[in-house]
């Protein structure tokens, strides 16, 4: 019996140890997860964009926001998503970073040009239904709210 007792001793010895290793194992990934995106986080501090001036980055964000266009065409809503984030350059970068944001937000004058394209359906009509114009005017009060007392160039 005491050889049964003994052996029965290492399996629960070895299940412990097991049990201590895979503890062991998940701290471990645990803590290689947590450096990875420490990584991560100084990879982005160090990025050549960040050292930009912000008085450059200002006038890259003037230069690129030249107009934030709202088309219409026909009846039907775009269907283009990107095509529509394409026309509005100030809405985009103002979407990259949090350090982009504050600075787009603090620039009324990139949400001061806007010009708008209204084109008829092929059959000439336009539509009277109030929810297709509603989005449109949201995100053009967004503009002018965000413009703050800056000149208008519609």
Same mark, same amino acid.
């Given at each position: %019996? ?9 399996? +629960?010895?070895? +299940? ?5 290793? *895979?503890?062991? /194992? %998940?701290?471990?990934?645990? *803590? ?7 990584? *991560? ?8 964009? =960040?050292?930009?001036?912000? *008085? ?5 964000? +003037? ?5 934030? @266009? ?9 269907? +283009?998503?990107?095509? /529509? ?16 944001? /504050? ?14 394209? %209204?084109? @008829? ?8 239904? @109030?929810?297709?114009?509603? =989005? ?12 703050? @007392? ?5």
């Amino acid at each position: %019996m005491s050889i049964l007792q003994n052996a029965q001793r290492d399996l +629960d010895d070895y +299940d412990r140890e097991i049990h201590r290793l *895979e503890s062991r /194992r %998940m701290v471990l990934i645990a *803590e290689q997860e947590r450096t990875r995106k420490i990584m *991560e986080q100084v990879k982005y501090l160090l990025a050549p964009i =960040r050292k930009l001036p912000g *008085e450059i980055l200002g006038y890259v964000f +003037d230069q690129c926001c030249d107009m934030n @266009q709202f088309k219409s065409i026909g009846v039907d809503p775009p269907v +283009d998503p990107v095509g /529509r984030l394409k026309t509005k350059p100030a809405l985009v970068l103002s979407s990259v970073c949090s350090r982009w944001r /504050r600075f787009g937000l603090s620039l009324p004058q990139i949400w001061a040009r806007i010009a708008f394209k %209204m084109t @008829q359906a092929q059959d000439g009509s336009l539509t009277t239904d @109030q929810s297709y114009y509603e =989005r449109p005017a949201k995100t053009l009060t967004l503009f002018v709210e965000r413009s703050k @007392q800056h000149p208008l160039t519609i």
